[in-house]
């Protein structure tokens, strides 16, 4: 399964879509995303007013120690239990059967 066509699914998938990942979701494919391409944080945290930026920094600082590939296969396991949840919808199935081929 592949990393690259899982991440294009979650930068693609419409924000009116009935296939939406949580905030929560977003912030977790933020985190492992920046671990398998960067690695460890290496910025220090943002200040007070900045939330949107802790939050994301928080997300990425989870990860801290996993190696590229187990953020990327975490990252794949996030997308596909998101897709398994709305296995009922079209465009779920498609994305699974897309990584699946991948």
Known sequence: MSFAKAVEIVQGMPSDGE?????DDK????GLYKQ?????VNTSRPGLFDLAGKYKW???NSNKGLSKEEAEQKY???????LEKHSDNEDAKKWLEQLKSA
Request: a negative charge; charged letters at 15%; proline letters at 4%.
């Open 19 to 23: 296939v939406q990942p949580s905030q």
């Open 27 to 30: 912030l977790k494919f933020y």
């Open 58 to 60: 928080d997300a990425w």
């Open 76 to 82: 794949v396991e996030a997308l596909i239990a998101i």
């Open 36 to 40: 398998a391409t960067v690695g460890d």
